[in-house]
């Protein structure tokens, strides 16, 4: 779906964009592989491309810190959340502020199944969102560059050694990225140690 949008909107950046922020949405990865995958067929423009990723992903992290944020206001969870007194004063407050928490956030970027309960967390402790968005915006700069670089240059081998069946390694590569996430995840899960 993806690469059909980008190819019929080939004339019309801001479609492209807006279709590969869409693709941040549903799923980080796939977007980003599949959008280097699209630059090196010669579908979308390199600066375009890893803007529309960054924006996507940044913005999608900070719709995961916003529902946790909307949560703290939900009646049943409203006990778990800070209250304006004491708010530092509870046990482990210290990591949601400052450097701590600017780690913590980065660090989670790298590591497969901790996005999600780390930033609907924090924005559910009302952590700082200045620190939040720059250690995200940061390690997104990172890793995104670094999967798009790749993904770049084995999409390029893809589309140049299998022809026909381009879209067929292209998927398996894909696939091959998520599968390998889902596993280190479930190898970080404590139940997986147990």
């Known amino acids: 779906m993806l690469t059909t949008g980008l190819t019929t909107a ?3 950046p801001l479609w492209q964009a807006v279709t590969i922020i869409i693709g941040t949405f549903i799923l980080e990865d ?20 890893l803007l529309s990723l960054y ?24 006990r ?7 708010e530092g004063n ?15 956030i980065f660090i989670s970027r790298f590591i497969p199944g901790t996005r999600l309960p780390i930033y609907t967390a924090t924005g559910f402790f009302h952590a700082g969102f200045r620190v939040f968005i720059l250690a995200t915006a940061l390690a997104t700069l990172l890793w995104t560059t670094a999967l798009f670089a790749l993904s770049l240059k084995m999409g390029q ?5 299998l022809g026909a069946w381009r879209w067929v390694g292209v998927a398996g590569f894909i696939l091959a990225i998520v599968l390998v996430g889902r596993h280190v995840a479930r190898m970080q899960s404590p139940s997986a140690r147990g």
């Open 90 to 104: 509870t046990p482990g407050a210290k990591w949601w502020h400052g450097a701590t928490l600017f780690r913590v």
């Open 55 to 78: 924006v996507g992903i940044v913005t999608g992290d900070a719709g995961l810190y916003g529902l946790g944020r909307l949560a703290a206001f939900w009646p049943p969870a409203r």
């Open 80 to 86: 778990w959340a800070p209250s304006a007194i004491g």
């Open 10 to 12: 080939a004339h019309t």
């Open 157 to 161: 081998i893809l589309l140049d050694e």
């Open 30 to 49: 796939g977007a980003t592989i599949l959008t280097a995958i699209a630059v090196g067929d010669g579908a979308v423009a390199l600066p375009l491309a």
